[in-house]
């Protein structure tokens, strides 16, 4: 066999294993990094969009839990990965919008590292206590609170997250003072509010319901601008006198900054298949979740002013990450 024979046979060889490589390469599995542990509202939020998303961009989607500093360990890790699509984030609010005014040297800007996509639910906080803790309702919470201060322990899901800020924007609504324990995720801090070893806490009400239901926890009040279907009993702060008291969390989809447009477009139509379909609807509204879907300018517009509301709580209170 001739040298030329030999190579013209080799080039073929190659160009048909990569006819076949290329489809492989193709299906390469879109990591979704949730940056905070299984079990929590932004974990919930991710796993529902993950068969959808998969099912529109054609490869399997998978949930990588990176938790630690209210995300910013994760989010940090998808600001710095390739745009191609292949790396989502899904976080909250604190990950997002209050981490910049909380943690020094934060390894990511959320406004100028991510290309973000879409906020995909929210939820109002609730404001619930360990059922053997003595007050019954808000004004109870508030007398004791002020007849004590720093004598009520309020559980929350890590410094800057919601829940800590709207403990931290109650604390400055009511004239109180309470002490701030911050955990490692929401499930964590849950599991120690059952368990009676803080008080209270303000949880997102997509990851408390359940513990309401079946009493395991107390809800005194709600933060969303109307009483949720799911709590039709309990009150908003809004409605109890505390009109700056409206609070609600949300989770939101973003890839690392500069995804090509065909690439975006295509997440982009699976993120709006997922949150669009009934059944995942139904699953999100079960738990208190509200669909949002918005645009990827609306995410932009929306974080921006939620960023300069927390800004001014968070330089009010003097609150720090520490």
Known sequence: MTKSKILGGALALALGLAAQLTPAMAQQAVTIIVPFPPGGATDTAARFIEPKLASTVGSSVV????????????????????????????ASLG?????????????????????????????????????????KNVEELVAAMKASPDSVTFANSGNGSSDHLTAALFFQATGTKGVHVP?????????????????????????????????????LAQTGEKRHPLLPDVPTLSELGYKDIVVNAWQGVAAPKGLPAETKAKINEGLKAA?????????????????????????????????????KVIETGNITAD
């Open 63 to 90: 949930v990588d839990n990176r938790p630690g500093a209210t995300g910013a360990i994760g989010a940090a890790i998808v600001a710095k990965a390739a745009p191609d699509g292949k790396t989502l984030l899904v």
């Open 95 to 135: 990950t997002f919008a209050t981490n910049p005014f909380l943690q020094k040297n934060l390894a990511y800007d959320p406004l100028k590292d991510f290309d973000l996509l879409t906020v995909a639910v929210s939820t109002p906080n609730v404001l619930v206590a360990n059922p053997k803790f003595e007050p």
């Open 183 to 219: 955990y490692k995720g929401g499930s964590a801090a849950q599991a120690d509010l059952v368990g009676g070893h803080v008080d209270a806490s303000f949880q997102n009400l997509g990851a408390i319901i359940n513990y309401v239901k079946e009493g395991q926890m107390k809800a």
């Open 275 to 311: 949150l669009t379909d009934p059944e995942v609807v139904a699953k999100f509204n079960k738990l208190g979740f509200d669909v949002v879907g918005n645009s990827n300018e609306e995410f932009a517009k929306y974080l921006q002013d939620d960023m300069a509301r927390w800004k």
